[in-house]
């Protein structure tokens, strides 16, 4: 039994060419407060250093890494740069690696698919805005490229799933991020720039005295103790009295050892002549 034929053109039934738009949306003009801050918008953009792109081209069996420009040599001193390394193994490496983590495009010029260039180029400007110095830090940028992604994609996949997610996913963006800070703390410490805290301790020297008020038996009493300036301890010569209710002398610190040991507080009772405890 034959196929029945088909009016519809494969061609445009292509899924990977762009569609049209009927009619463009009509766009305001931008307010006069973004009109005023042009020029310092514009110096700050030319204040950035300028991100070397790059340009697939599907050659048999291969696809090949070009300069978006006809300068190769302009092109190959921006990777430097980028990259912190004059090694053009390590830097074609470098690019093929980040390639991967890109999806798949449709070339409407050339009909076949390749990576995406867009997103190319915009792991290749991750990394080199960390301005890595050496090739140690260009490795730790593209896997923070890399870091960045995985994130980005897993959230983007639990979020359009519908209302729910799942925990393993919230879960595994959480230890993502958690990467992406640890990295970011790696990454200023290989620059020699980690932060660390410094605790400093002043000692003052100072003397404390203590007035002992002899609570009407006509003599007072002081003894100062802790160091001085010259880090010596200073005690009285006199005996210093208490503060109990039957006014008894403290043993001074000249008799140390003749008198008896003052005994612990408790209940007072008077008797005739001292008091006993």
């Not at 696809?63 to 004059?86: C, K, S, Y």
């Not at 640890?182 to 000692?203: E, F, N, P, Y």
């Amino acid at each position: 039994m034959a196929r029945p034929q088909s009016d519809l053109d494969p061609l445009r039934a292509d899924a990977g060419r762009p569609r049209r738009r009927r009619k463009d949306r009509k766009r305001p003009d931008p307010p006069d407060n973004l009109k005023a801050g042009r020029a310092e918008a514009i110096a700050f953009a030319e204040s950035l250093p300028l991100m070397p792109g790059v340009m697939a081209e599907n050659r048999p069996g291969r696809t090949e890494i070009m300069a978006p420009h006809n300068d190769d040599e302009l092109w190959e001193l921006q990777l430097v740069q980028a990259f912190g390394t004059r090694s053009m193994s390590l830097l074609r490496t470098f690019l093929r690696q980040l390639s991967k983590l890109c999806p798949q495009a449709w070339d409407e010029d050339a009909r076949v698919w390749k990576v995406d260039e867009t997103e190319w180029n915009a792991l290749i400007a991750l990394v080199a805005d960390h301005q890595p110095e050496n090739s140690a830090q260009a490795a730790l940028a593209a896997q923070m490229a890399a870091t960045h992604m995985m994130m980005m994609r897993l959230s983007s996949q639990a979020l359009n799933r519908g209302h729910t997610v799942l925990d393993k996913d919230a879960a595994l963006a959480s230890k993502l991020a958690r990467t992406f800070a640890m990295q970011c703390d790696a990454m200023q410490a290989l620059k020699g720039k980690s932060r660390v805290a410094h605790q400093s301790i002043t000692v003052r020297k100072e003397q404390h005295v203590h007035y002992h008020d002899n609570r009407g038996g006509g003599h007072s009493g002081s003894q100062s103790h802790g160091p001085t300036e010259s880090g010596r301890t200073i005690e009285a010569s006199e005996a210093v009295w208490s503060e109990e209710p039957c006014r008894q002398s403290l043993p001074s610190p000249s008799r140390a050892g003749e008198g008896a040991v003052p005994v612990p507080r408790g209940k007072v009772r008077r008797t005739t002549g001292r008091a006993e405890r």
